[in-house]
Every structure is written in C-alpha cells, then in structure tokens.
C-alpha cells in the first residue's frame, strides 16, 4: 500500500501543478506583453529584490539607467501634457519606489513634477520622510 499511496500522492501533486500553471496570467517576457496587449514597452525596470527600498537607497548606474531610459521614452513619445499613473492590484510591488524614482529622474533633468501621492490609508511617502498627513 505505501507504494501506491506514493504513486497517487505524485499524480495530486503533479496535477496541482498543471493547474496552477495553467491558471497563470502573469507575462513572462516581453515579448508576450507586445503579443498580448499589442501596446509598446517604454522600459524595462529590473527587480532589485524586496530588501533593497529604491526611495531611501542610494541608486547605482544601472539602477539609474533604468529610470533615465524610461523618462527618455516618456519625453519621446510625443505626447505634450504627460499625467503617468502607476497602479497595480497587489500591495508591495514597488509602485511607491517606482513612482518616486520616475519623479526623481524628471527633476534630475530640470523639470517640474507635481507629485500626488493616491495611497489614502497607507503612504510610504509620508512614513519614510516624516511627513505629516494633510488633513482635509
């Protein structure tokens, strides 16, 4: 019984597996996105793993570079009045990061950014700068 107990524990195991993988939306690579979406990439940011915060750390080129391409193809793509939002369904993503650094390479450039920070229940802007909250 211990073997077939093994060999049926393998098959619920291994069709878990199918079906979580057939239930995936997520992409892949970019080459799915512009298959998928038929929309451009303006960038490509790389992941720098969850115990790296990207508004407090001191970028590195390449971290810089990232952000640098995507303001270029921000400016380049031709559109005049620019409103960039940043949104996802999951927390910790790296909206907040992403957002700051995109702000932060746009005045590194001598631009103007107005900045709005939409997260009403949990800022990190206001934590990780000591802001107080507006009140309304």
């Known amino acids: 019984y211990p073997a077939i107990g093994g060999l049926l524990g393998l098959i619920l195991a291994l069709a878990l597996l199918f079906v979580q993988f057939m239930m995936d939306r997520s992409f892949k690579s970019e080459d799915e996105i512009l298959d998928k979406l038929k929309k451009p990439i303006l960038s490509a940011v790389p992941y720098y793993g969850s ?13 810089k570079e990232a952000f640098n ?5 921000i400016s380049l793509s031709g559109v ?3 409103t960039i939002a940043i949104t996802s369904s999951n927390e910790n993503e790296g909206k907040s990061s992403l957002a700051f650094n995109i702000a932060k390479t746009i005045t ?3 631009k103007t950014v107005c900045f709005v920070d939409c997260d009403m229940r949990n800022s990190d802007f206001n934590r990780l700068y000591g802001l107080e909250k507006n009140k309304v």
Do not use: M, Q, V
Request: hydrophobic residues 25%; charged residues 25%.
């Open 51 to 63: 115990g790296k915060n990207l508004i407090t750390a001191k970028l590195n080129y390449y971290e």
């Open 69 to 73: 391409t995507l303001y270029g193809n």
């Open 80 to 82: 005049e009045n620019r």
């Open 108 to 110: 590194d450039f001598g």
